[in-house]
């Protein structure tokens, strides 16, 4: 399950997708009320998704946040992973953070386990392959 604060980096992504690239950096909190997100909350998201390289910051009065590249190059999937982690529901069919399962007899047979990369493979296709662009498209188209 996706969580709040997953949620939150989406949303607070998302509307800034939505604007101008070289417009002025929009401060934290017009990003918090349009959002919906806490700003204690965005604050430490904001954090990680600009040391992540997805944000440019700039301080002072003036300061606030843009998109370090256009939406359509920042998929849903490369934001959730910052946040959360591996997408694999099981960590013995993660990419990046690979574990055996403790209690499995033969990793190669194990029917959980291929059932839950198919699910992995499936969900990383769909993450990946959908850019803040796109969820703004279908907003605009809705």
């Known amino acids: ?12 992504m ?12 929009v401060p934290m909190g017009r990003i918090a009320a349009e959002a919906n997100v806490p700003r204690k909350f965005l604050e430490l998201i904001l954090a990680d998704l600009r040391e992540s390289g997805f944000l ?11 998109l370090a590249r256009p939406g359509h190059l920042i998929s849903l999937g490369e934001i959730i992973r910052t946040i959360e982690g591996p997408l694999a529901l099981v ?11 403790n209690d ?9 386990r291929i059932a839950m990369a198919r699910v992995r493979d499936e969900t990383a296709r769909i993450l990946d392959g959908t850019t803040l662009a796109d969820t703004r498209a279908d907003a605009l188209a809705a």
Do not use: H, N, W
């Open 56 to 66: 440019y910051s700039t301080r002072g009065k003036a300061g606030g946040y843009r």
């Open 1 to 12: 399950m996706l969580t709040q604060r997953s949620r939150y980096a989406l949303r607070a």
């Open 14 to 25: 998302i509307f800034l997708s939505g604007q101008p690239r070289d417009g002025a950096p």
């Open 104 to 112: 499995c007899k033969d990793e190669a047979t194990c029917a959980i």
């Open 91 to 101: 960590p013995c069919v993660s990419r990046t953070a690979y574990r055996p399962c």
